[in-house]
């Protein structure tokens, strides 16, 4: 269920709806979802991690503010996990002659 509610509340920041330094209230997420505050707490946990949110003592959590880094940061990360998962289909579906070839290169520049 956090996993969910990580989702939809990051939906939200990406589409504006909630917009940076927005108070992010447990109690008001958990009735919008149907559910208890344990999993919203634990979907703003992780969205802290992502540095979607920043939580402070005795005030609560809301949206942060993303920065023109943040935003490269998290592109070159997407693409990191975009080019694993290309590399691993392209494995799948090497040939044998595909490996000879890939093998004989290897050798003539190793």
């Known amino acids: 269920m956090a996993d969910q509610i990580a989702a939809a509340v990051r939906?939200?920041?990406?589409?504006?709806?909630?917009?940076?330094?927005?108070?992010?209230?447990?109690?008001?997420?958990?009735?919008?979802?149907?559910?208890?505050r344990v999993p919203v707490r634990e979907a703003l946990m992780q969205l802290e991690r992502e540095g979607l949110v920043i939580r402070q003592a005795n005030r609560g959590t809301f949206v942060a503010e993303l920065t023109e880094k943040m935003l490269c940061a998290r592109c070159r990360r997407y693409g990191g996990l975009?080019?694993?998962?290309?590399?691993?289909?392209?494995?799948?579906?090497?040939?044998?002659?595909?490996?000879m070839a890939l093998e004989r290169v290897t050798r003539e520049h190793a």
């Open 11 to 36: 939906d939200s920041i990406a589409t504006g709806k909630f917009p940076p330094n927005m108070h992010l209230r447990e109690l008001d997420i958990a009735r919008e979802m149907q559910t208890s």
């Open 82 to 99: 975009l080019e694993g998962f290309a590399a691993s289909e392209a494995v799948r579906r090497l040939t044998e002659e595909d490996l």
